[in-house]
């Protein structure tokens, strides 16, 4: 089983600014698909953004394009997620998730819930 740690939530005003940091157990942490997914109240958990394995490329949800910005450090087995411009509708539990499966692009690992090991979620609420 893999742990998965996030770290970094917090309260900020709307227009305000958050950094997400995520680490796993994981000893070949580049060869794994890593991203950021998150659930508010009574929603349901949707991708927020993806990194490929390795220093691949990155998706984004539309809700957060050109505020988000998905990053990983394969050295030190981090992941992070930079948050800008916060709005209210933001506000929900940020969940880390890595990979089941070596080696996958960020579009596919995005696409479902399945085969993840998830972190235990991190509060992020952004006030009006």
């Known amino acids: 089983q893999v742990q998965v740690v996030e770290s970094g939530g917090g309260l900020v005003q709307a227009g305000g600014s958050l950094r997400l940091s995520c680490t796993t157990s994981?000893?070949?942490?580049?060869?794994?698909?890593m991203g950021w997914f998150r659930q508010a109240p009574g929603g349901e958990r949707e991708a927020v953004s993806c990194?490929?394995?390795?220093?691949?490329?990155?998706v984004y949800a539309d809700f957060v394009k050109g505020r988000f910005t998905i990053s990983r450090d394969n050295a030190k087995k981090e992941l992070y997620l930079q948050m800008r411009d916060l709005q209210p509708e933001d506000t929900a539990t940020y969940y880390c998730?890595?990979?089941?499966?070596?080696?996958?692009?960020?579009?596919?690992?995005?696409?479902?819930?399945?085969?993840?090991?998830w972190g235990q979620g991190t509060q992020v609420t952004v006030s009006a």
């Open positions: 994981r000893l070949t942490f580049r060869d794994y698909a």
């Open positions: 998730a890595a990979d089941q499966n070596t080696y996958r692009g960020p579009t596919p690992f995005c696409q479902d819930l399945a085969n993840k090991y």
């Open positions: 990194i490929s394995w390795g220093s691949g490329g990155a």
